[in-house]
């Protein structure tokens, strides 16, 4: 919980994201995107949460970065 994973789906997709919740039948995923707020000029951070159920997760690993 808290830490940063690579999720690999069995659509093929890869996401990085940090882990924020596990239920017994899915996982919660927070990662930060760059989007366009309307109204405004830049582009700003915006924080996504998602949720994927087990049964479409291929595997799952923890990132480790050396900075």
């Known amino acids: 919980m ?3 994973v690579v999720v690999v789906l069995k659509s093929g ?3 990085v994201a940090n882990l924020t919740k596990v239920n ?4 919660e995923l927070t990662h930060s995107k760059l989007e ?5 000029k830049r582009k700003e951070m915006v924080e ?7 049964c479409d997760i291929k595997s799952t ?4 970065n050396f900075k």
């Open 2 to 4: 808290g830490k940063e």
């Open 48 to 54: 996504i949460v998602e949720t994927y159920n087990l």
């Open 61 to 64: 690993k923890t990132q480790i």
């Open 36 to 40: 366009r707020v309307e109204g405004k």
């Open 24 to 27: 017994p039948d899915s996982i």
């Open 13 to 15: 997709a890869k996401i």
